[in-house]
Protein backbone atom coordinates (compact mmCIF):
# COMPACT_ATOMS: atom_id res chain seq x y z
CA UNK A 1 0.00 0.00 0.00
CA UNK A 2 2.85 2.46 0.90
CA UNK A 3 4.45 2.08 -2.43
CA UNK A 4 1.48 2.66 -4.41
CA UNK A 5 0.40 6.15 -2.14
CA UNK A 6 4.46 7.07 -3.12
CA UNK A 7 3.75 6.44 -6.75
CA UNK A 8 0.25 8.07 -6.48
CA UNK A 9 1.96 11.28 -4.82
CA UNK A 10 4.77 10.73 -7.42
CA UNK A 11 2.37 10.83 -10.43
CA UNK A 12 0.34 13.99 -8.94
CA UNK A 13 3.59 15.87 -8.34
CA UNK A 14 4.20 15.41 -12.16
CA UNK A 15 0.74 16.80 -12.50
CA UNK A 16 1.25 19.41 -10.22
CA UNK A 17 4.24 20.64 -12.55
CA UNK A 18 2.62 20.59 -15.53
CA UNK A 19 -0.67 22.56 -14.43
CA UNK A 20 1.69 24.90 -12.55
CA UNK A 21 3.62 26.59 -15.79
CA UNK A 22 0.05 27.97 -16.92
CA UNK A 23 0.65 29.99 -13.57
CA UNK A 24 4.04 31.45 -14.99
CA UNK A 25 3.21 32.35 -18.16
CA UNK A 26 1.99 35.51 -19.46
CA UNK A 27 1.03 35.27 -22.82
CA UNK A 28 0.31 38.49 -24.19
CA UNK A 29 0.24 36.40 -27.95
CA UNK A 30 -3.53 35.94 -26.86
CA UNK A 31 -5.00 39.73 -27.36
CA UNK A 32 -5.41 38.24 -30.82
CA UNK A 33 -8.07 36.12 -31.32
CA UNK A 34 -5.16 34.11 -34.27
CA UNK A 35 -1.89 33.91 -33.61
CA UNK A 36 0.83 32.46 -35.30
CA UNK A 37 3.52 31.53 -33.18
CA UNK A 38 6.69 33.73 -33.14
CA UNK A 39 9.21 31.32 -34.90
CA UNK A 40 6.90 31.50 -37.99
CA UNK A 41 8.23 33.32 -40.52
CA UNK A 42 6.38 36.57 -41.62
CA UNK A 43 4.82 36.65 -44.74
CA UNK A 44 5.83 38.24 -47.74
CA UNK A 45 3.35 41.26 -48.02
CA UNK A 46 0.47 41.18 -50.37
CA UNK A 47 -1.44 43.89 -51.46
CA UNK A 48 -4.44 42.77 -49.25
CA UNK A 49 -4.68 43.90 -45.96
CA UNK A 50 -4.53 40.65 -44.20
CA UNK A 51 -1.07 38.75 -44.98
CA UNK A 52 -1.12 35.52 -46.71
CA UNK A 53 0.86 32.58 -44.56
CA UNK A 54 3.67 31.28 -45.80
CA UNK A 55 3.41 27.75 -47.18
CA UNK A 56 6.38 25.56 -46.70
CA UNK A 57 4.97 23.85 -49.59
CA UNK A 58 5.82 27.31 -51.43
CA UNK A 59 8.74 28.28 -49.75
CA UNK A 60 10.64 24.66 -47.79
CA UNK A 61 13.92 24.46 -49.78
CA UNK A 62 14.39 20.66 -49.76
CA UNK A 63 17.89 20.54 -48.82
CA UNK A 64 17.28 22.56 -46.20
CA UNK A 65 14.51 20.22 -44.67
CA UNK A 66 16.72 16.66 -45.81
CA UNK A 67 19.73 18.46 -43.36
CA UNK A 68 17.69 19.05 -40.12
CA UNK A 69 16.01 15.99 -40.47
CA UNK A 70 19.65 14.37 -40.64
CA UNK A 71 20.87 16.34 -38.20
CA UNK A 72 17.65 15.65 -35.94
CA UNK A 73 18.57 12.15 -36.33
CA UNK A 74 22.01 12.55 -35.25
CA UNK A 75 21.34 14.62 -32.25
CA UNK A 76 19.40 11.45 -31.43
CA UNK A 77 22.21 9.35 -31.84
CA UNK A 78 23.90 10.92 -29.23
CA UNK A 79 21.79 10.32 -26.20
CA UNK A 80 20.77 6.65 -27.36
CA UNK A 81 23.36 5.49 -28.04
CA UNK A 82 26.08 7.40 -27.37
CA UNK A 83 25.31 8.84 -24.20
CA UNK A 84 23.91 5.58 -22.51
CA UNK A 85 27.02 3.97 -23.52
CA UNK A 86 29.58 6.51 -22.32
CA UNK A 87 28.16 7.08 -19.12
CA UNK A 88 27.30 2.97 -18.93
CA UNK A 89 30.83 2.14 -19.42
CA UNK A 90 31.84 4.97 -16.49
CA UNK A 91 30.04 3.45 -13.98
CA UNK A 92 30.79 -0.24 -12.00
CA UNK A 93 29.13 -3.16 -14.14
CA UNK A 94 26.23 -3.60 -11.12
CA UNK A 95 24.72 -0.38 -12.61
CA UNK A 96 25.18 -0.21 -16.24
CA UNK A 97 21.73 -0.80 -17.29
CA UNK A 98 20.17 1.14 -14.83
CA UNK A 99 21.87 4.27 -16.03
CA UNK A 100 20.99 2.74 -19.84
CA UNK A 101 17.92 2.57 -18.75
CA UNK A 102 17.27 6.19 -17.03
CA UNK A 103 18.72 7.80 -20.45
CA UNK A 104 15.58 5.58 -22.57
CA UNK A 105 13.09 6.86 -19.93
CA UNK A 106 13.97 10.05 -19.64
CA UNK A 107 14.55 10.53 -23.74
CA UNK A 108 11.04 9.48 -24.20
CA UNK A 109 9.50 11.37 -21.16
CA UNK A 110 11.33 14.93 -22.23
CA UNK A 111 9.97 14.06 -26.02
CA UNK A 112 6.13 13.52 -24.96
CA UNK A 113 6.62 16.51 -22.48
CA UNK A 114 7.78 18.57 -24.95
CA UNK A 115 4.97 17.75 -27.65
CA UNK A 116 2.62 18.55 -24.93
CA UNK A 117 3.62 21.89 -23.42
CA UNK A 118 7.69 22.23 -23.97
CA UNK A 119 8.07 23.29 -27.46
CA UNK A 120 5.09 25.99 -27.23
CA UNK A 121 6.56 27.70 -24.08
CA UNK A 122 10.05 27.47 -24.98
CA UNK A 123 9.70 28.59 -29.10
CA UNK A 124 6.40 30.69 -28.97
CA UNK A 125 5.79 34.68 -28.22
CA UNK A 126 4.61 35.02 -24.33
CA UNK A 127 7.04 37.08 -22.24
CA UNK A 128 10.50 37.40 -22.20
CA UNK A 129 11.24 34.54 -19.79
CA UNK A 130 8.17 32.17 -20.80
CA UNK A 131 6.86 31.42 -23.86
CA UNK A 132 3.13 30.87 -24.63
CA UNK A 133 0.32 28.82 -25.17
CA UNK A 134 0.23 28.86 -29.13
CA UNK A 135 2.04 25.67 -29.93
CA UNK A 136 0.19 23.43 -26.60
CA UNK A 137 -0.50 20.13 -28.20
CA UNK A 138 1.20 21.01 -31.23
CA UNK A 139 -1.95 22.89 -31.71
CA UNK A 140 -2.55 24.88 -34.89
CA UNK A 141 0.88 22.90 -36.68
CA UNK A 142 0.71 20.98 -40.05
CA UNK A 143 3.03 19.52 -42.84
CA UNK A 144 3.05 23.59 -44.03
CA UNK A 145 3.73 25.04 -41.41
CA UNK A 146 6.95 27.03 -41.26
CA UNK A 147 9.29 28.11 -38.54
CA UNK A 148 12.04 31.22 -39.17
CA UNK A 149 15.59 30.90 -39.90
CA UNK A 150 18.54 33.03 -39.46
CA UNK A 151 18.17 34.21 -42.99
CA UNK A 152 15.12 36.61 -44.69
CA UNK A 153 13.23 34.46 -46.54
CA UNK A 154 14.71 31.93 -45.45
CA UNK A 155 12.18 28.63 -43.58
CA UNK A 156 12.33 25.28 -42.73
CA UNK A 157 9.07 22.95 -41.96
CA UNK A 158 7.76 23.71 -38.62
CA UNK A 159 7.21 19.70 -37.84
CA UNK A 160 11.04 19.44 -38.27
CA UNK A 161 12.25 22.70 -35.83
CA UNK A 162 10.24 21.31 -33.38
CA UNK A 163 11.87 17.70 -33.59
CA UNK A 164 14.81 19.52 -33.68
CA UNK A 165 14.59 21.41 -30.51
CA UNK A 166 13.06 18.40 -28.98
CA UNK A 167 16.66 16.21 -28.80
CA UNK A 168 17.77 19.22 -27.94
CA UNK A 169 15.90 19.16 -24.74
CA UNK A 170 16.15 15.35 -23.99
CA UNK A 171 20.07 15.02 -24.46
CA UNK A 172 19.97 18.14 -21.69
CA UNK A 173 17.88 16.44 -18.77
CA UNK A 174 19.93 12.93 -19.54
CA UNK A 175 23.20 14.60 -19.14
CA UNK A 176 22.07 15.37 -15.53
CA UNK A 177 21.56 11.71 -14.34
CA UNK A 178 25.61 11.45 -14.80
CA UNK A 179 26.25 13.69 -11.61
CA UNK A 180 24.26 10.76 -9.09
CA UNK A 181 24.55 7.78 -11.01
CA UNK A 182 24.23 4.57 -8.78
CA UNK A 183 22.57 6.08 -5.75
CA UNK A 184 19.04 7.88 -6.80
CA UNK A 185 15.15 6.36 -6.80
CA UNK A 186 14.24 5.81 -10.59
CA UNK A 187 11.25 7.38 -9.28
CA UNK A 188 12.62 10.00 -7.91
CA UNK A 189 14.73 10.79 -11.28
CA UNK A 190 12.01 10.96 -13.33
CA UNK A 191 9.37 13.23 -11.24
CA UNK A 192 13.10 15.72 -11.29
CA UNK A 193 12.96 16.02 -14.60
CA UNK A 194 9.72 16.93 -15.37
CA UNK A 195 10.43 19.85 -12.50
CA UNK A 196 13.01 20.52 -13.92
CA UNK A 197 12.27 20.52 -17.72
CA UNK A 198 9.57 22.93 -17.17
CA UNK A 199 10.92 25.27 -14.89
CA UNK A 200 14.74 25.48 -15.65
CA UNK A 201 15.06 23.72 -19.31
CA UNK A 202 12.13 25.81 -20.93
CA UNK A 203 12.84 29.46 -19.59
CA UNK A 204 16.38 29.07 -20.12
CA UNK A 205 15.85 28.13 -23.48
CA UNK A 206 13.27 30.42 -24.28
CA UNK A 207 15.24 33.48 -23.03
CA UNK A 208 18.14 32.57 -25.10
CA UNK A 209 17.33 31.24 -28.37
CA UNK A 210 13.82 32.77 -28.87
CA UNK A 211 13.36 35.33 -31.32
CA UNK A 212 10.60 36.19 -34.07
CA UNK A 213 12.93 35.96 -36.97
CA UNK A 214 14.44 38.19 -39.41
CA UNK A 215 12.08 38.61 -41.99
CA UNK A 216 10.26 41.63 -40.68
CA UNK A 217 13.58 43.64 -40.02
CA UNK A 218 13.78 46.57 -42.21
CA UNK A 219 15.05 49.53 -40.52
CA UNK A 220 16.56 50.09 -36.61
CA UNK A 221 12.70 50.79 -35.19
CA UNK A 222 11.56 47.37 -36.69
CA UNK A 223 14.50 45.65 -35.23
CA UNK A 224 14.14 47.01 -31.68
CA UNK A 225 10.55 46.03 -32.40
CA UNK A 226 11.57 42.91 -32.91
CA UNK A 227 14.21 42.19 -30.63
CA UNK A 228 11.87 43.33 -27.63
CA UNK A 229 9.64 40.39 -28.52
CA UNK A 230 12.59 37.99 -28.11
CA UNK A 231 14.11 36.17 -25.05
CA UNK A 232 15.52 38.01 -22.07
CA UNK A 233 19.15 36.60 -23.08
CA UNK A 234 18.95 36.80 -26.61
CA UNK A 235 18.16 40.92 -26.14
CA UNK A 236 20.85 41.73 -24.35
CA UNK A 237 23.00 40.12 -26.90
CA UNK A 238 24.04 36.63 -25.73
CA UNK A 239 25.50 33.91 -28.37
CA UNK A 240 25.07 30.76 -28.13
CA UNK A 241 25.13 28.81 -31.22
CA UNK A 242 24.71 25.54 -30.08
CA UNK A 243 23.72 25.02 -26.20
CA UNK A 244 26.83 26.35 -24.22
CA UNK A 245 24.34 27.67 -21.34
CA UNK A 246 20.37 26.02 -22.44
CA UNK A 247 22.40 22.43 -22.69
CA UNK A 248 25.56 22.11 -21.03
CA UNK A 249 25.59 24.55 -18.34
CA UNK A 250 22.14 24.35 -17.49
CA UNK A 251 22.45 20.60 -17.10
CA UNK A 252 25.86 20.43 -15.05
CA UNK A 253 24.73 22.97 -12.71
CA UNK A 254 21.59 20.88 -12.00
CA UNK A 255 23.85 17.42 -11.49
CA UNK A 256 25.94 19.45 -8.90
CA UNK A 257 23.35 20.53 -7.06
CA UNK A 258 22.00 16.52 -7.38
CA UNK A 259 24.99 15.61 -6.00
CA UNK A 260 25.37 17.52 -2.96
CA UNK A 261 21.62 16.99 -2.00
CA UNK A 262 21.95 13.24 -2.89
CA UNK A 263 25.46 12.76 -1.00
CA UNK A 264 28.07 10.75 -1.65
CA UNK A 265 28.38 6.86 -2.69
CA UNK A 266 28.63 4.30 -0.33
CA UNK A 267 32.38 3.83 0.02
CA UNK A 268 33.02 6.87 -2.11
CA UNK A 269 36.73 7.62 -1.28
CA UNK A 270 37.40 4.34 0.07
CA UNK A 271 36.82 1.70 -2.30
CA UNK A 272 37.69 1.62 -5.49
CA UNK A 273 35.06 2.98 -7.87
CA UNK A 274 36.79 2.64 -11.42
CA UNK A 275 35.01 2.34 -14.82
CA UNK A 276 34.13 -0.73 -15.47
CA UNK A 277 34.16 -0.91 -19.56
CA UNK A 278 36.41 1.47 -21.17
CA UNK A 279 35.71 0.30 -24.68
CA UNK A 280 31.84 1.24 -23.69
CA UNK A 281 33.52 4.55 -23.27
CA UNK A 282 35.31 4.77 -25.71
CA UNK A 283 32.79 3.96 -28.37
CA UNK A 284 30.52 6.07 -26.09
CA UNK A 285 32.49 9.20 -26.93
CA UNK A 286 32.78 8.38 -30.63
CA UNK A 287 29.39 8.59 -31.15
CA UNK A 288 28.97 11.51 -29.19
CA UNK A 289 31.61 13.13 -31.54
CA UNK A 290 30.00 11.50 -34.74
CA UNK A 291 26.01 12.92 -33.84
CA UNK A 292 27.78 16.36 -32.50
CA UNK A 293 27.36 17.19 -36.08
CA UNK A 294 23.98 17.75 -36.11
CA UNK A 295 24.16 19.09 -32.92
CA UNK A 296 25.96 21.55 -34.32
CA UNK A 297 26.08 22.13 -37.53
CA UNK A 298 22.20 21.73 -37.24
CA UNK A 299 21.69 24.47 -35.15
CA UNK A 300 22.38 26.84 -38.24
CA UNK A 301 19.33 25.73 -39.74
CA UNK A 302 20.03 25.50 -43.13
CA UNK A 303 22.32 23.96 -45.07
CA UNK A 304 25.03 26.87 -45.75
CA UNK A 305 28.22 28.21 -45.10
CA UNK A 306 27.29 28.78 -41.25
CA UNK A 307 26.64 25.27 -40.88
CA UNK A 308 29.54 24.16 -42.78
CA UNK A 309 31.89 26.19 -40.45
CA UNK A 310 30.17 24.94 -37.20
CA UNK A 311 30.69 21.28 -38.54
CA UNK A 312 34.58 22.14 -39.37
CA UNK A 313 35.45 23.96 -35.91
CA UNK A 314 33.18 21.07 -34.61
CA UNK A 315 35.76 18.77 -36.06
CA UNK A 316 38.78 20.68 -34.76
CA UNK A 317 38.46 21.57 -31.67
CA UNK A 318 37.58 18.34 -30.33
CA UNK A 319 40.31 16.78 -32.12
CA UNK A 320 42.42 19.61 -30.10
CA UNK A 321 40.52 19.45 -26.94
CA UNK A 322 41.91 15.41 -26.75
CA UNK A 323 45.52 16.33 -27.46
CA UNK A 324 45.33 19.27 -24.82
CA UNK A 325 43.68 16.71 -22.32
CA UNK A 326 45.87 13.45 -23.33
CA UNK A 327 49.24 15.59 -23.62
CA UNK A 328 48.38 17.16 -20.17
CA UNK A 329 47.75 14.40 -18.46
CA UNK A 330 50.68 12.22 -19.74
CA UNK A 331 53.18 15.10 -18.33
CA UNK A 332 51.04 15.17 -14.95
CA UNK A 333 50.80 11.66 -14.31
CA UNK A 334 52.98 9.81 -16.74
CA UNK A 335 50.85 8.30 -18.76
CA UNK A 336 47.91 9.33 -21.44
CA UNK A 337 44.99 6.93 -20.54
CA UNK A 338 41.99 5.81 -22.59
CA UNK A 339 39.50 7.37 -20.32
CA UNK A 340 41.39 10.95 -20.33
CA UNK A 341 41.02 10.82 -24.26
CA UNK A 342 37.41 10.39 -24.57
CA UNK A 343 36.66 12.56 -21.80
CA UNK A 344 38.81 15.40 -23.65
CA UNK A 345 36.65 14.38 -26.93
CA UNK A 346 33.60 15.13 -24.83
CA UNK A 347 35.31 18.45 -23.56
CA UNK A 348 36.04 19.73 -26.47
CA UNK A 349 32.64 18.96 -28.04
CA UNK A 350 30.73 21.04 -25.08
CA UNK A 351 33.61 24.04 -25.33
CA UNK A 352 32.94 25.16 -28.95
CA UNK A 353 29.01 24.40 -29.03
CA UNK A 354 28.06 27.75 -28.13
CA UNK A 355 31.30 29.16 -30.31
CA UNK A 356 30.78 26.59 -33.55
CA UNK A 357 29.04 29.37 -35.70
CA UNK A 358 31.03 32.27 -34.67
CA UNK A 359 34.67 31.23 -34.31
CA UNK A 360 37.14 30.79 -36.94
CA UNK A 361 38.88 27.59 -37.25
CA UNK A 362 42.00 28.55 -35.85
CA UNK A 363 39.89 29.62 -32.85
CA UNK A 364 37.80 26.96 -32.39
CA UNK A 365 41.60 25.11 -32.47
CA UNK A 366 42.50 27.48 -29.47
CA UNK A 367 39.22 26.69 -27.70
CA UNK A 368 39.58 23.29 -27.85
CA UNK A 369 43.14 23.44 -26.57
CA UNK A 370 41.90 25.05 -23.80
CA UNK A 371 38.97 23.35 -23.11
CA UNK A 372 40.78 19.84 -22.30
CA UNK A 373 43.59 20.96 -19.94
CA UNK A 374 41.13 23.47 -17.98
CA UNK A 375 38.38 20.38 -18.38
CA UNK A 376 41.04 17.96 -16.56
CA UNK A 377 41.47 20.61 -13.85
CA UNK A 378 38.15 20.24 -13.33
CA UNK A 379 37.65 16.59 -12.46
CA UNK A 380 40.19 16.74 -10.34
CA UNK A 381 41.17 19.66 -9.09
CA UNK A 382 38.04 21.76 -8.84
CA UNK A 383 36.46 17.99 -7.93
CA UNK A 384 38.29 18.10 -5.08
CA UNK A 385 37.84 21.87 -3.82
CA UNK A 386 33.76 21.29 -3.97
CA UNK A 387 34.30 17.91 -2.49
CA UNK A 388 31.39 16.67 -4.62
CA UNK A 389 30.67 12.78 -5.74
CA UNK A 390 29.94 13.98 -9.36
CA UNK A 391 29.96 10.43 -10.13
CA UNK A 392 30.76 10.67 -14.06
CA UNK A 393 32.18 14.34 -13.69
CA UNK A 394 29.11 16.00 -15.34
CA UNK A 395 30.25 19.45 -13.97
CA UNK A 396 33.81 19.26 -14.68
CA UNK A 397 33.17 18.49 -18.06
CA UNK A 398 29.79 19.88 -19.16
CA UNK A 399 29.96 22.94 -16.50
CA UNK A 400 33.51 23.82 -16.76
CA UNK A 401 33.85 23.08 -20.20
CA UNK A 402 30.14 24.78 -21.44
CA UNK A 403 31.59 28.15 -19.37
CA UNK A 404 34.77 27.72 -20.35
CA UNK A 405 33.11 28.01 -23.91
CA UNK A 406 30.41 30.51 -23.56
CA UNK A 407 33.20 33.18 -22.35
CA UNK A 408 35.53 32.09 -25.23
CA UNK A 409 32.69 32.89 -28.04
CA UNK A 410 33.10 36.46 -26.61
CA UNK A 411 36.45 36.43 -28.13
CA UNK A 412 36.78 34.71 -31.40
CA UNK A 413 33.66 35.79 -32.24
CA UNK A 414 36.07 38.95 -32.99
CA UNK A 415 36.26 38.86 -36.90
CA UNK A 416 40.03 40.35 -36.00
CA UNK A 417 40.54 36.57 -34.30
CA UNK A 418 39.14 35.21 -37.59
CA UNK A 419 35.47 34.53 -36.14
CA UNK A 420 32.17 35.73 -38.00
CA UNK A 421 31.35 38.93 -36.04
CA UNK A 422 27.62 40.22 -35.22
CA UNK A 423 25.05 40.73 -38.25
CA UNK A 424 23.26 43.44 -38.74
CA UNK A 425 19.79 42.57 -40.25
CA UNK A 426 19.10 46.35 -41.05
CA UNK A 427 22.33 46.68 -42.94
CA UNK A 428 22.41 42.92 -43.76
CA UNK A 429 26.15 42.75 -43.30
CA UNK A 430 28.36 42.08 -40.15
CA UNK A 431 28.03 44.73 -38.01
CA UNK A 432 31.66 46.70 -38.39
CA UNK A 433 32.20 47.67 -34.69
CA UNK A 434 32.95 44.69 -32.19
CA UNK A 435 34.14 44.67 -28.41
CA UNK A 436 35.34 41.92 -26.95
CA UNK A 437 35.20 43.34 -23.63
CA UNK A 438 31.64 44.02 -24.01
CA UNK A 439 30.69 40.60 -25.48
CA UNK A 440 32.69 39.10 -22.85
CA UNK A 441 30.46 40.61 -20.46
CA UNK A 442 27.36 40.08 -22.04
CA UNK A 443 28.47 36.06 -22.15
CA UNK A 444 28.91 36.25 -18.70
CA UNK A 445 25.23 37.71 -18.13
CA UNK A 446 24.32 34.52 -19.72
CA UNK A 447 26.59 32.05 -17.70
CA UNK A 448 25.46 33.89 -14.55
CA UNK A 449 21.65 33.84 -15.55
CA UNK A 450 21.78 30.42 -16.57
CA UNK A 451 24.02 29.07 -13.25
CA UNK A 452 21.80 30.66 -10.35
CA UNK A 453 17.99 29.93 -12.56
CA UNK A 454 19.09 26.18 -12.48
CA UNK A 455 20.78 26.16 -9.21
CA UNK A 456 18.10 27.71 -7.47
CA UNK A 457 15.53 25.54 -9.38
CA UNK A 458 17.26 22.59 -8.66
CA UNK A 459 17.79 22.94 -5.12
CA UNK A 460 13.95 23.35 -4.86
CA UNK A 461 13.25 20.70 -6.50
CA UNK A 462 15.34 17.87 -5.13
CA UNK A 463 14.50 18.73 -1.77
CA UNK A 464 10.52 18.54 -2.76
CA UNK A 465 11.39 15.09 -4.04
CA UNK A 466 13.47 14.38 -0.83
CA UNK A 467 10.23 14.75 1.58
CA UNK A 468 8.16 13.38 -0.56
CA UNK A 469 9.28 10.09 -2.23
CA UNK A 470 13.09 10.14 -0.92
CA UNK A 471 15.84 10.63 -3.13
CA UNK A 472 18.16 7.59 -2.45
CA UNK A 473 17.32 4.01 -2.97
CA UNK A 474 18.09 2.24 0.66
CA UNK A 475 21.95 0.84 1.36
CA UNK A 476 21.51 -3.01 0.62
CA UNK A 477 19.97 -1.83 -3.10
CA UNK A 478 23.16 0.57 -3.77
CA UNK A 479 25.49 -2.33 -2.31
CA UNK A 480 23.81 -4.63 -4.40
CA UNK A 481 23.73 -2.69 -7.61
CA UNK A 482 20.66 -0.63 -9.22
CA UNK A 483 20.39 -2.85 -11.69
CA UNK A 484 18.98 -5.91 -9.93
CA UNK A 485 17.35 -4.07 -7.28
CA UNK A 486 15.57 -1.60 -9.25
CA UNK A 487 14.97 -3.29 -12.68
CA UNK A 488 15.35 -6.99 -11.54
CA UNK A 489 18.27 -7.75 -14.44
CA UNK A 490 21.93 -8.18 -15.20
CA UNK A 491 24.02 -6.88 -17.65
CA UNK A 492 26.40 -10.02 -17.84
CA UNK A 493 25.74 -13.19 -16.81
CA UNK A 494 28.05 -15.28 -14.94
Known sequence: MLTWMKRLVAGGAMALAIGATGVIVTSPAHADEVKKPAVT?????PAAAEPAPVLCSEKCNKGDTAWMLVSTALVLLMTLPGLALFYGGLTRSKNILSICMQCFMVFSLITVLWAIYGYSFAFTEGGAFIGGLDR???????????AATFSKGVVIPEYVFMAFQA???TITCCLIIGSFAERAKFSAILVFMVIWFTFSYLPIAHMVWFWPGPDDIKDAASLEAITARAGWLWQKGVLDFAGGTVVHINAAIAGLVGSFVIGKRIGYGKEAMKPHNLVYVMTGAALLWFGWFGFNAGSALEANGSAALAFVNTYLATAAAVLGWSVAEWVLKGKPSMLGAASGCVAGLVAITPAAGF???????IIGLIAGVVCLWGVT???KILGSDDSLDVFGVHGVG????????????????????????VANAVA????IASQLWVQAQ???TTVIWSGVVSFIAFKLIDIVIGLRVKEEEEREGLDISSHGETAYES
Open 41 to 45: APAAT
Open 136 to 146: LFLGGMNPDSV
Open 167 to 169: VFA
Open 359 to 365: AGPMGAI
Open 381 to 383: GLK
Open 402 to 425: GITGALLTGVFADPALGGTGIWDY
Open 432 to 435: PDYS
Open 446 to 448: GVI
